[in-house]
């Protein structure tokens, strides 16, 4: 069955660190990855998505197969990307499954 | 373009009532899914429909959650003789095609049952 993991539950850096939200997944054919956000009082979003290999909000995304991840990556986190991450897989088989989230609270 | 619209924004119910969540997709999109999102946890599927048609409805509980997507109007979510462990933030979402697409989301339903 696919599975996403996402270790942490929150996340604090300071303003101008790097950030790494991790998400494994465990699927044994080709999923196709994407990174979903939540802000504040708004609605889930589509942040990026691992077929598009672009950059979004500073925000980039890289699927490895080998170790089955795709982290999420920015250099120099933002106050405004305090949000709730969400990773979410999908198979072809069933509609996107999601990890548990991970709420990023950037410091100033 | 309106979004994705879920309506009502908050319910409450109690013990033993039934809960009706309705959902609007975007323009255009025929694919509806359902997530439920309880306390501390992630968003988790329940069912997949298509015009008429429930395609996918493995994460849904067995017994009092239905779900319809009719011809005309919204989808609706039907939870009946709802308990306590119901209330969660129930999440539509909808898409142009199946696949790898981009899903929109609505900004939820937060069922509390008392």
Known sequence: AQRVTQPEKLLSVFKGAPVELKCNYSYSGSPELFWYVQYSRQRLQLLLRHISRESIKG?????????????????????????????ALFSGNTPLVFGKGTRLSVIA | ????????????????????????????????????????????????????????????PKERFSAEFPKEGPSILRIQQV????????????????????????????????
């Open chain 1, 59 to 87: 925000f980039t995304a890289d699927l490895n197969k080998g170790e089955t991840s795709f982290h999420l990556k920015k250099p120099f986190a933002q106050e405004e990307d305090s949000a709730m991450y969400y990773c």
């Open chain 2, 1 to 60: 373009n309106a979004g994705v619209m879920q309506n009502p924004r908050h319910l409450v119910r109690r013990r033993g009532q039934e809960a009706r969540l309705r959902c609007s997709p975007m323009k255009g999109h025929s694919h509806v899914y359902w997530y439920r999102q309880l306390p501390e946890e992630g968003l988790k599927f329940m069912v997949y429909l298509q015009k008429e048609n429930i395609i996918d409805e493995s994460g849904m």
């Open chain 2, 83 to 114: 308990v306590r462990g119901d209330s969660a933030a129930y999440f539509c979402a909808s898409s142009e095609d199946r696949g790898p697409t981009e899903a929109f989301f609505g900004q939820g339903t937060r069922l509390t049952v008392v």
